[in-house]
């Protein structure tokens, strides 16, 4: 494409960037912080609010911030010549900005640059020029290719739907602290919980009480499989079968049978791809794991992007409450940066968990709708108290929709402490994150 070409469509992106509205705080933990000089990739879910993050750092910067998104479909087959021309119009708009003085910053922000062929040679060259640059991309493979690409010259962050207290902040529900709640406030933040848990986080589900957004969104990733050569009917009753059964181990033989594909491999395939749109996360059982490593056959469950995808995709699908709230304390661990595994021996653990690069099992999480139950109470107390035996825990954590209390277990001739939370308020929890005004 030639400079005249690109110039009205570059301005347009430019002020698309520039007005946004309707700004709230978003959680970036500190290790995956906008700060830096690193190439800064922000990965996520489609319409989780990566560009309107995005956004708002910008605001936050001084010098020439330049916008593209290469999701435009008039962007295709750009070349090398185009890019050339990209670089004239940001040395012009620098000019016209700053005037003589070259030596102001410029910051270059790239909406889903995989779909620009070669991307990696063009960033390699505006980074080693001085620029500095912000990325985003609806790929979860690309987060691996980047980390080889750019060693030590990179910073990956996590972008999820929204979290319950940036819910509460959409919301303008005021202050979030859990300490001292009356009797009525704790009532209504649990209602609000209830409505977070029925309809997910995507911001625009929020903020429009809508799920039928989530449907749309579902839609969208089943259309660009076709484009890219999947058998859509084949991939839709996979993917529905995977949501309507989250938080659920599955077999090969089941997946084969529910979806008409006949290959184990194409399964896999198929598989790969929904978890690199972000609308499946695979979690490995960690006794495999620590047997054979990360492999294919690997046991694992299967849990949905998001929780509002449940009845977006498939209403009329008896709903298990149970799974659907696993699969919420499973996205708020992912969130919080968590390596998470599930446990599996005589008794089942639901999460295991690893901090951020420690090979070391820190803490155990069993989660209960209905703990209160005498019979779920001994069998969820038996699978945590067994996973902590395992790893040499000596606490362990129980999450209810709204029990609390505090077991002791005497197990292994030890004494171990098992707190019982209710979810939301375990979702309110001051965190080690930086909180990143940002727009929805």
């Not at 529905?240 to 184990?264: C, P, Q, R």
């Amino acid at each position: 494409m030639q400079k005249l070409e690109l110039l009205p469509l570059i301005l347009n992106h430019q002020t698309f960037f520039q007005n946004f509205s309707d700004l709230i705080p978003r959680e970036i933990f500190p290790c995956c912080s906008e700060e830096g000089s690193e190439i800064k990739l922000i990965s996520g879910p489609p319409h989780a609010g990566k560009t309107s993050l995005m956004s708002q750092i910008a605001s936050n910067l001084d010098g020439v911030k330049f916008y593209i998104n290469f999701e435009d479909s008039r962007l295709q087959g750009i070349g090398s010549v185009g890019l050339q021309a990209i670089e004239e119009i940001v040395a012009e708009i620098q000019k016209k900005e700053t005037g003589e003085n070259r030596s102001s910053r410029i910051f270059y922000f790239f909406d889903e640059i995989h779909n620009l062929p070669g991307w990696e040679n063009w960033i390699d060259r505006l980074h080693k020029q001085g620029a500095e640059i912000f990325l985003t991309s609806s790929k979860s493979k690309l987060i691996n290719e980047f980390s080889s690409r750019f060693a030590g010259r990179y910073k990956i962050l996590k972008l999820f739907p929204f979290s319950f207290r940036e819910y509460l902040r959409i919301k303008g529900n005021g202050t979030l602290e859990t300490d001292f709640l009356t009797p009525s406030r704790s009532d209504e933040l649990l209602c609000m919980f209830l409505q977070y848990f029925e309809k997910g986080g995507f911001p625009d589900v929020i903020k429009n009480d809508d799920i039928r957004f989530s449907k749309e969104y579902f839609e969208e990733g089943m259309q660009k499989a076709a484009a890219a050569g999947y058998d859509i009917q084949k991939l839709k009753k996979l993917a529905i079968f995977l949501i309507s059964n989250m938080a659920s181990e599955y077999s090969v033989d089941t997946l084969k049978k529910v979806s008409g594909i006949e290959s184990e491999e194409l399964i896999n395939t198929y598989l790969d791809y929904l978890e690199d749109i972000f609308l499946l996360y695979r979690i490995p059982k960690i006794n495999s794991l620590q047997e054979s490593g990360y492999k294919k056959d690997t046991p694992c469950k299967i849990y949905a992007g998001d929780t509002g995808l449940f009845k977006a995709v498939y209403p009329d699908y008896p709903d298990s409450l149970g799974l659907r709230f696993e699969n919420l304390v499973l996205l708020e661990l992912l969130r919080r940066e968590k390596q998470v595994f599930y446990f599996q021996n005589k008794k089942e653990c639901d999460f295991v968990i690893k901090e951020k690069n420690s090979q070391k099992i820190s803490s155990a999480v069993q989660i209960s709708v209905c703990f209160g139950n005498p019979t779920a109470r001994e069998r969820e107390t038996l699978g945590l108290t067994e996973a902590m035996d395992e790893y040499g825990l000596k606490e362990g954590l129980i999450l209810t929709m709204d029990d609390e209390e505090t077991v002791k277990v005497e197990s292994k001739d030890e004494m171990k402490i098992i707190t019982v939370k209710s979810v939301w308020k375990w979702m309110l929890e001051e965190l080690s994150a930086t909180a990143i005004e940002t727009r929805h």
